[in-house]
């Protein structure tokens, strides 16, 4: 299934991840410089943090887009909500 | 403060967030050309699963190490003990 | 804004609640007894769980009810996503 | 393995574990009463928040405890972090 994200949301979406990519490889420079492992930790956290925004607007962005349309469809969208329980348990655990 | 990892731990942290960075590259490629949100929410939470194994393999490295050898020492390694609740925090909210 | 659970929803949902209920109190009797800290630890996972759960559920039945409604009403149900991906964010972080 | 808390330490995880208590007691009255779930999705995420305090506090206890024991002891712990890596895991996911 083919998906249309709004121009700006995916501007956003592609600079946070960006930014992550960022952080996963100062992380790497971090432990091939021996730096003190509560620090790499600290760094992990926070891409971990970023990784979970990044979650969330596509939660958002979703909701607002396919899931409104298939709710608002003759089929009436059961299948989708499905979809989008089965992969919030991804998230919450 | 400085610190060592073991040649084969630190191996191991960098093939695994060589391989994070491969997926944030994914996601990114997935969302520039429209792919399923759904999709593209399952690959995020994989990446995200996959940099909580790095943060575990930290905690477990620093434990064995670190607070290992402070614990040991004669000044009791209480410091090092906040230190580690305190970046634990980070984790789990 | 009241609401109107299933009959077999809200049935579940609060047997789930006794069960955790049970469970919190049989935490707090391990810790009086002194039992060890990680067979405590392990029971506190469990119990998170069984929330997360109680709160998956909640989610399903909510997009299912109430915002699938507000999606098909004349407003759009624009606030009811605002509000929805707002609690999101108390779960995924 | 028993195990001994310090009196300061179970008195407010007893306290903290009684509010929890109450907390999934008014959960289940929020949905008897059909509130409205947003609301009690909000209260799921305060219980959640508060028992991964007690997760928490039971993790710095165990590690100033048992494991700054087991570290100083002759056999030098290494299975005490291996558990204590195992329970993690359960947290951090």
């Known amino acids: ?9 995916k501007q956003e979406l592609l600079e946070r991840l960006k ?15 021996d730096q003190y492992c509560v620090d790499v930790l600290v760094q992990v956290a926070a891409a971990r943090a970023a990784l979970n925004k990044v979650g ?3 939660f958002e962005d979703h909701t607002r887009g396919c899931v409104a349309r298939a709710l608002r ?3 009436g969208g059961g299948e989708v909500i499905d979809e989008l329980i089965d992969v919030l348990h991804r998230y919450i655990k």
Do not use: F, H, V
């Open 19 to 33: 930014r992550i990519e960022g952080q996963i490889r100062g992380i790497s420079r971090m432990i091939e410089e």
């Open 56 to 58: 969330l607007k596509l």
């Open 1 to 9: 299934m083919a998906n249309e994200y709004r121009q700006q949301d």
């Open 73 to 75: 469809s003759k089929e």
